[in-house]
């Protein structure tokens, strides 16, 4: 079956970078949009970021990250990848994998029918 497995969250100081890896299996990587959501108590899941299907590599990001957060994917290792640098407080949350077959990127969590189990990241000095 399909699963995404994140990892790299951690405790980081503000100003900090942290890595965040989500590796795929059980589905045919390349076919499918990747985004990365986060989540904080008491509040909706939040988009941050997505590439699109295949190897063009176009991304997109919420206004709250762009600049400072990279997603990126590695098809031979059917991973998907967001670099955070510059990390602020407010980006302390729950940050989820999701998956999308679909050539075409979604602003929504509705779209997404693959999640992974989460990674905490906190910011903090």
């Known amino acids: 079956q399909v699963q995404l497995v994140e990892s790299g969250g951690g405790l980081m100081q503000p100003g900090g970078s942290l890595s965040l890896s989500c590796a795929a299996s059980?589905?045919?990587?390349?076919?499918?949009?990747m985004a990365w959501f986060r989540q904080v108590p008491g509040k909706e899941r939040e988009f941050v970021a997505a590439?699109?299907?295949?190897?063009?590599?176009?991304?997109h990001y919420a206004d709250s990250v762009k600049g400072r957060f990279t997603i990126s994917r590695d098809n031979a290792k059917k991973t998907v990848y967001l670099q955070m640098n510059s990390l602020r407080p407010e980006d302390t949350a729950v940050y989820y994998c999701?998956?999308?077959?679909?050539?075409?990127?979604?602003?929504?969590?509705?779209?997404?029918?693959?999640w992974g189990q989460g990674t905490r990241v906190t910011v903090s000095s």
């Open positions: 590439v699109v299907a295949g190897s063009g590599g176009t991304t």
């Open positions: 999701a998956g999308r077959y679909s050539v075409f990127w979604a602003h929504s969590e509705r779209e997404y029918g693959a």
């Open positions: 059980g589905l045919t990587f390349s076919r499918y949009s």
